[in-house]
C-alpha cells in the first residue's frame, strides 16, 4: 500500500493562494490516478480535482478557474494551486491515490479566514 505525505496547508486570508503536494513514493507513480477531495465539518466529501495518468484533468464546479492540478512523475508528486481562496474553501484536503486500489492521505487542513 502506498504511504501519502501531504503537505501545504495552512490559514490564508480570502483571496490569497496556496500550494498543496501530494508524495505518494512508488515506481508506478506514473501510472496513477490521482485527485484531490475536500471535508468541511458537517458537510460530505466533496471532489476538488483530478489527473489522470495522461495527464487529463477534471474539477469540481466550485473550484473551476481558481484550482490547478498537476502531476510531477520524476518527483512522484501532485499539486494543487489554490488562488483566489474563499471562506467556503475552509476544509481538510486529502489526496487521493488509485493504484488498483484506492488509498486516501491523512489530510493538510486549509484554513481561509480574515
Known amino acids: 500500500q502506498v504511504e501519502i505525505v501531504e503537505s501545504g496547508g495552512g490559514l490564508v486570508q480570502p483571496g490569497g493562494s496556496l500550494r498543496l503536494s501530494c508524495l505518494a513514493p512508488g515506481r508506478l507513480f506514473s501510472t496513477w490516478f490521482l485527485g484531490w477531495y475536500r471535508q468541511a465539518p458537517g458537510k460530505e466529501r466533496e471532489l476538488v480535482a483530478t489527473i489522470s495518468n495522461s495527464g487529463r484533468t477534471t474539477y469540481g464546479d466550485s473550484v473551476k478557474g481558481r484550482f490547478t492540478i498537476s502531476r510531477d512523475n520524476a518527483k512522484n508528486t501532485m499539486y494543487l494551486q489554490m488562488d483566489s481562496l474563499r471562506f467556503e474553501d475552509t476544509g481538510l484536503y486529502l489526496c487521493?491515490?488509485?493504484?488498483?486500489?484506492?488509498?486516501w492521505g491523512q489530510g493538510t487542513q486549509v484554513t481561509v479566514s480574515s
Open positions: 487521493y491515490v488509485r493504484t488498483g486500489i484506492g488509498t
